[in-house]
């Protein structure tokens, strides 16, 4: 079983619906992310949360909101989604060693979101 | 903000051959990783790149961190059909986020 898992794997929705995508994780860390991936465009940060209570805006998180419910459980939501919000999510999780490092992230499999 | 940039952004070579991808950073960087995609895969870690000029080596992969740490290289030797996907590379700052490169897309004929 994956050690970071995304749900829905896929999903085809209409402009103004409001869409959850939802990540848990097996592998213990505290640090979760949010990425968002365009062809041609690398992955962008949406949302970032190092603890449960903890929530932080990434570079592109205008149209998202996040949720930490748990230390494994980290939710986005887009509450009105548009056709621009068309792309492949991924969650990943990282356990630094050291506190000022990133540490290596470890993604799920992705959530392919197409809005209509 | 932080910028990280990637070239080429597409790289097709005959399996065999050699190939490269760089990085630049608009700022100096704490670190630097490099992660591998497969087509229809999720960006898996290869490794992170820490001190001013490093070099590290994984069998046929060769990764470089440059001395003024705003630079870095991924050089594969002798490309096999295994190797094929995108790499990225995600250049840590001092606001503990990594900014990734736009990836550069390796296809290899065999």
């Known amino acids: 079983d994956a050690d970071v898992t995304q749900t829905p794997r896929n999903r085809i929705t209409k402009t103004g619906k409001r869409i959850m995508l939802e990540c848990s994780q097996t592998?213990?860390?505290?640090?979760m992310y949010w990425y968002r991936q365009d062809p041609g465009l690398g992955l962008r940060l949406i949302y970032y949360?190092?603890?449960?209570?903890?929530?932080n805006k990434g570079e592109i998180s205008d149209g998202y909101s996040v949720s930490r419910q748990a230390q494994a459980k980290f939710s986005l939501s887009l509450e009105s989604a548009i056709p621009n919000q068309t792309a492949l999510y991924f969650c990943a999780t990282s356990d630094p060693l050291l506190a000022g490092d990133t540490g290596e992230l470890f993604f799920g499999e992705g959530s392919r979101l197409t809005v209509l | 903000g932080q910028q990280v940039m990637q070239i080429p952004q597409y790289q097709h070579v005959q399996e065999g051959e050699d190939f490269t991808t760089y990085c630049n950073s608009s700022?100096?960087?704490?670190?630097i990783q490099w992660y591998k995609q497969r087509p229809g895969g999720h960006p898996v870690f290869l490794i992170q790149?820490?001190?001013?000029?490093e070099v590290k080596k994984q069998k046929r992969l060769t990764f470089q961190f440059g001395e003024a740490k705003k630079n870095s290289s991924l050089h594969i030797t002798a490309t096999q059909t295994t190797d094929v996907g995108t790499y990225f590379c995600?250049?840590?700052?001092?606001?503990?986020?990594?900014?990734f490169g736009k990836g550069t897309l390796l296809t290899v004929n065999p």
């Open positions: 592998k213990g860390h505290d640090r």
């Open positions: 790149l820490v001190k001013s000029g």
């Open positions: 700022t100096t960087l704490s670190n």
């Open positions: 995600a250049g840590g700052g001092s606001n503990y986020k990594l900014t």
């Open positions: 949360s190092f603890d449960v209570k903890d929530i």
